[in-house]
């Protein structure tokens, strides 16, 4: 057989491949995002970067996977709208601070100056990053209980972790946005006052402390 000969459709090029074909072999995957970006990623790396081709991928997205890409990409833009709002309110409300960690048991929470605010065990054993990850959003929910106690509109919580890698930082800023709090966190993994404690095995009701002892002292 000579070289003009061969079945060409064996070898098919960059330009073969269709949106439609993208979004059925990568189904899966795309129903686990979240962000507009990450499709703009998977655009961009099959090159369906013209307005045509663009198109015919949201198109692919919308009847083959059922994935509103506009609809998302609508509620993106209601989301900063409030996180906008919201952060021109924190910055005329207190600022909170607490402390966290969790052992693979317990997770514990204080305030600035290292006092015990809320310490209890977990129900079933877990893994660290998932207890680093459900301190931290015990903490988002207990700033919030504290920013309505002390009648604040919104809040910025200043929140330091004992352990950052791994946590999911999109799911803590959601919870925050929903409680009316900015979040401001930083991971402090030496003396962290939380983690000192984290090793006490006394368990602290949170309806048993000062809740206004959590906003800074520098705080308006």
């Given at each position: ?73 609508q509620l993106e833009e209601a989301h900063r ?41 977990f129900p079933l054993a877990v893994g660290g ?92």
């Amino acid at each position: 057989m000579n070289e003009t000969s061969k079945p060409s459709w064996r070898y098919p090029d960059r330009g073969a491949v269709t949106p439609e074909m993208v979004v059925r072999v990568r189904l899966p995957q795309l129903h686990t995002f979240t962000r507009t970006a990450q499709f703009d990623q998977v655009a961009a790396a099959h090159r369906f970067t013209d307005v045509r081709a663009f198109n015919r991928f949201l198109d692919a997205l919308l009847d083959i996977g059922g994935i509103d890409y506009d609809g998302l990409r609508q509620l993106e833009e209601a989301h900063r709208g409030a996180a906008q709002r919201l952060a021109e309110a924190a910055r005329r409300g207190p600022r909170l601070t607490v402390w966290s960690a969790a052992t693979l048991t317990a997770f514990t929470l204080c305030r600035g100056d290292g006092q015990v605010m809320w310490r209890d065990r977990f129900p079933l054993a877990v893994g660290g990053i998932e207890a680093a990850q459900t301190s931290a959003l015990h903490a988002i929910w207990l700033a919030g209980r504290a920013r309505e106690y002390l009648g604040a509109d919104a809040a910025t919580v200043d929140l330091r972790l004992a352990r950052g890698r791994g946590l999911d930082e999109q799911v803590l800023r959601r919870e925050a946005l929903a409680a009316a709090l900015v979040l401001d966190a930083v991971v402090v993994a030496v003396h962290n006052p939380a983690a000192e404690h984290s090793t006490e095995v006394e368990v602290v009701d949170w309806r048993s402390t000062d809740l206004s002892t959590l906003r800074s002292q520098d705080s308006p």
